[in-house]
């Protein structure tokens, strides 16, 4: 089992200075990289104060100078909103300047809110169509002279300029959760992320037959597979308890971002009232204290051991959360000094 860091810049309310948050956000992951983790990864999101992201490689390539051994990867780039060849240049120029430390992870996207303001009137299917066609035409334009003529994508031979540092570009990574994304992925050589969110070990269970069932299915090398889980490692009960009341609340904002409904003023969402959340049934403290990575270090320790026992060849800390920065970093520094010797 490998271990990473999931992290983005996230802001609750209008005074949290930009500059100082993405300071906090360069601490973790010098934190990650001091620490052994194999991997950092950061995503793309647009409008969004709750997950600060617009170009992960811009992120990426700064990062570069602050870490010395962690692999950098964008988790992920919502491919509708890039252009293959704009996406294979960019991802094979921040290659060369991190000198072969990128990892490209690539989703559909998730959020409507952002589709109505840079594709409007494209949905969830058509996204995932073009994710579909454009991400085989990356190793195709690294490799040099891709023509190609598709429906969403028409070009004469390209050439990536530059080509990427390392041998056939950056691994690849898609982000899967039906049957059919992971056999899109597996089919074609890549690796797969996969999140359960809050759904608990019974997801995670589905997501690795599907992955398995892919596998099975494909006559090629077996790609790598990594869980990306909302984890929180606690001094004791008390702590375990009040991360979970913060998670709580994390979820309830990320759900009303996903569902697109309330109002959103200066990138910054109508705040939820603690009734509100309160009378959510899908995000209770009972169902996130056990569907999540959450507790003391041994209870860590061993659910992660169920996720290994799995399958899984990467576990990926998800620190996103709207705790203080010191929670987090408390939180982090137990995983690394005490959960992840236990997998040596």
Not at 274 to 289: F, S
């Amino acid at each position: 089992m490998e271990f990473s860091l999931f992290a983005h810049m996230e802001r609750l309310t209008p005074d949290q200075p930009h500059d100082v948050l993405y300071d906090e956000f360069v601490g973790l992951v010098k934190m990650a990289d001091e620490g052994g983790m194999r991997a950092v990864w950061t995503g793309e999101h647009h409008g969004m104060e709750f997950t600060i992201a617009p170009n992960p490689f811009l992120s990426l390539v700064d990062l570069a100078h602050h870490t010395k051994n962690v692999r950098l990867g964008t988790g992920t780039v919502v491919a509708p909103f890039w252009h293959p060849i704009k996406l294979a240049g960019e991802a094979a120029a921040a290659d060369q300047i991190t000198k072969g430390r990128i990892e490209l992870g690539i989703a559909r996207g998730a959020y409507s809110f952002e589709y109505e303001r840079l594709m409007p009137g494209m949905d969830a299917w058509e996204a995932g169509q073009r994710m579909r066609e454009s991400t085989p035409l990356l190793p195709q334009i690294w490799q040099g002279d891709c023509a190609h003529e598709g429906e969403f994508y028409s070009f004469p031979a390209t050439t990536s300029a530059p080509k990427p540092l390392q041998d056939g570009g950056p691994p690849i990574w898609i982000a899967a959760r039906d049957p059919n994304s992971h056999e899109f992925g597996v089919h074609n050589g890549f690796n797969i992320q996969v999140t359960p969110l809050w759904q608990g070990m019974e997801e995670i269970e589905t997501l690795m037959g599907r992955f398995n069932d892919a596998c099975d299915s494909y006559a090629g090398p077996r790609p790598k597979i990594m869980l990306l889980h909302h984890t929180y490692v606690g001094k004791d009960d008390a702590d375990v308890a009040q991360g979970v009341e913060d998670l709580r609340r994390y979820y309830n904002y990320f759900g009303a971002w996903f569902l697109n409904k309330r109002p959103v003023q200066q990138g910054l969402i109508e705040p939820i009232t603690q009734a509100e959340m309160d009378a959510n049934p899908m995000y209770t403290t009972e169902k996130l204290g056990r569907d999540l990575t959450i507790g003391t270090t041994q209870q860590v320790i061993d659910q992660i051991k169920r996720y290994e026992d799995l399958g899984y060849d990467e576990f990926s800390f998800w620190v996103d959360s709207g705790m203080t920065n010191e929670r987090k970093r408390a939180s982090l520094a137990r995983f690394i000094d005490d959960v992840m010797p236990a997998f040596q």
